[in-house]
């Protein structure tokens, strides 16, 4: 199969390259890029521990060459991909969720203290769920600078287009809702809402899945784990 691949650079080249090792081919189209313009400046001097919802957080931490004081401080991750990247920044003292924001809540509220500081969130400019109000109600401070920016596409390269269009492409993975969102938009944009009936959508979760209501009915399988392997795991 041909996939169309939307994640941002650099993860978009290393899923092309996991898609070859099983035999498919990849047609790269990153949906959103990584901007660190404008981030706001990280202070640990009162945090207790930070937390990591991304690898673009801890690359926004590095960017402001804030890392090695940070690193000195437990930090929550995500998932296993976001801890092996603080892993590599100098961080120790790593407790890792089970890959959604909604499992790593019940790490920090068993093992961080509200009395022993803030916390601190390496946020984007859109952040997902509601971690703050969630540890409010435990007793938490939390801290959220805008440590990197999502910028999203504005079109589909001439390329992809015309792939979607004549059927070459035989699904698209979709790794967030604002990724499903912008695809979808473009969609409309080229004028591909016919064509993109033939497509399999590889969504990462439900919430991406809903993302791609405007299309109407279109095949969606949504992963059963919302990692990088429950991912591959579909187009196996």
């Given amino acids: 199969m041909r996939i169309l691949v939307t994640r941002p650079e650099p993860d978009a080249l290393l899923l092309k390259a996991r898609l070859e090792t099983l035999g498919h081919e990849a047609t790269v189209a990153p949906l959103l890029a990584v901007s660190f313009d404008d981030a706001e400046l990280v202070d640990v001097s009162e945090v207790q521990a930070l937390i990591a919802t991304s690898r673009n957080g801890l690359a926004g931490l590095k960017a402001q060459g804030a890392h090695k004081i940070a690193a000195l401080l437990p930090i929550y991750a995500v998932g296993q991909a976001t801890a092996k990247a603080a892993s590599a920044l100098g961080f120790s003292e790593i407790t890792v969720g089970g890959g959604t924001v ?40 939390l801290l959220e600078p805008v440590v990197y920016r999502m910028v999203a596409a504005t079109g589909f390269d001439a390329d992809t287009a015309e792939q979607i269009e004549t059927g070459e492409i035989d699904g698209v993975m979709l790794f967030s809702p604002r990724t499903a969102a912008i695809y979808a938009r473009l969609i409309g944009v080229h004028g591909l809402a016919g064509p993109v009936k033939r497509l399999a959508h590889y969504c990462l979760s439900t919430a991406v899945a809903r993302r791609l209501a405007p299309l109407g009915s279109v095949k969606i399988e949504v992963a059963a784990a919302p990692t990088l392997d429950g991912m591959l795991d579909l187009v196996r």
């Fill in 102 to 141: 909604a499992t790593l809540i019940p790490e920090i509220v068993a093992t961080a203290d509200p009395q022993a500081g803030v916390l601190l969130h390496l946020a984007g400019d859109e952040v997902a769920g509601a971690l703050g109000q969630e540890l409010a109600l435990h007793g938490f401070r």
